[in-house]
């Protein structure tokens, strides 16, 4: 028999934390829920520190504060603080939007290790059109600079879209202009937010594909001046990628309520029960869970997967893709090109990439959305 029940796992590499889903911006392309968990259910700063303490003494390594945007919670540079002195090498994943110089100190001083800034786009125009947030551009530059003046370690992420496409080339060079360490190029990934728009939002195959080349070709180029990492479009791949590095293999997502997630978009599947970490150790969740517990190994695998020479590789693609697509969290995902399902949506990507691009809506709490 090729399926096996998953053994103990190991311990998780890293936590992903949404400290908050408030947001200054209004992106299209976000992949949160549509329903944003309101301020008065965020986890309060000493559920959150246990959090990261557990998190250390589990054996992980790095924290990512995530939101929504992480600053907007007053209390961001004493839990950076706390995550710093628990051992973890900490990140925060930022639209830079709304941080004073004050505020930057207090995480230097924190002992804050890396930033990761987000663009929407490579011009001012772009950048705040897609932000939905006029004078992002100017406030992200500032930000960039102040990280740099600091020496700490900056990360460019560009999610790109058909709104943005044709700008993968500047945003290298913004990064470079920038002195960023790091660009990620992370084609859209249609969860959430942006789900709802991905027929403003997919681009053109051929085009797609060209910006890919122009990737790859700038990669050796740039070797020891620009790490450009590639985020690839799900659906134009052969195979995908495997969800969060595998379901509940290296990383522990947490909401801004405390649920602990195996990925970002989990709560998207029904039937799965998510532990809170106000009820439970971190320890406990990432080992009993039956959320975590639901797609880890191969055991639950059905065909082409389960006897698929990749299925410890990819280990079946994304369940929340699975889900949105052909409507079976346990089926292959359709990106993969053995799925019985993958000419219906790369037909389906043909067609939307077509489709009219101003019907977009923009993320926010006022609107109520619906999938």
Not at 7 to 35: D, F, K
Not at 121 to 130: C, I, V
Not at 349 to 366: F, L, M, P, T, V
Request: aromatic fraction near 6%.
């Amino acid at each position: 028999m090729n399926a096996h029940a998953p053994p103990p796992p190991a311990p998780p590499i890293g936590l992903l934390v949404e400290l908050t889903h408030r947001c200054p911006l209004g992106c299209p392309h976000c992949s949160n829920p549509l329903a944003l968990e309101r301020p008065a259910a965020e986890l309060d700063a000493e559920t959150w520190k246990r959090v990261f303490s557990e998190a250390a003494a589990l054996g992980a390594l790095h924290v990512h504060l995530s939101g929504g945007e992480p600053t907007a919670r007053r209390d961001i540079a004493e839990l950076t603080r706390h995550a710093a002195q628990a051992g973890l090498y900490t990140n925060l994943i930022t639209s830079g939007v709304g941080v004073s110089e004050k505020l930057w100190g207090d995480l230097i001083e924190a002992g804050l290790d890396h930033a990761q800034l987000s663009f929407q786009g490579a011009d001012k125009a772009t950048n705040d059109r897609l932000g939905h947030y006029d004078g992002a551009w100017e406030k992200k530059r500032a930000f960039a600079a102040m990280v740099t003046r600091a020496g700490l370690p900056l990360t460019i992420n560009a999610v790109i879209s058909r709104a943005n496409l044709h700008q993968v080339g500047a945003f290298i060079d913004l990064s470079i202009e920038l002195g960023a360490r790091r660009l990620e190029v992370a084609h859209t990934q249609y969860y959430g937010w942006a789900l709802v728009n991905r027929a403003a939002l997919i681009p053109p195959k051929a085009e797609t594909m060209a910006a890919i080349a122009l990737v790859e070709a700038a990669r050796p180029k740039l070797e020891g001046k620009l790490v450009i990492d590639m985020v690839v479009p799900d659906y134009y791949a052969r195979y995908p990628k495997p969800c969060a590095g595998g379901w509940g293999r290296v990383a522990i997502n947490v909401s801004p309520s405390g649920k602990a997630l195996p990925c970002h978009a989990a709560e998207s599947i029904p039937g799965l029960e998510f532990w809170n970490v106000r009820d439970r150790s971190l320890g406990e969740i990432w080992r009993d869970s039956p959320a975590f517990r639901a797609f880890r190994g191969t055991e639950w695998m059905q065909e082409p997967c389960r006897s698929c020479e990749r299925r410890e590789i990819d280990w079946g693609g994304c369940r929340c893709q699975a889900l949105a697509l052909i409507g079976d969290a346990a089926a292959t995902d359709p990106a993969c090109h053995k799925s019985p399902h993958h000419a219906r949506i790369a037909a389906m990507a043909a067609a939307e990439a077509e489709a009219d691009e101003s019907a977009i809506r923009w993320r926010s709490y006022k609107e109520k959305v619906e999938a």
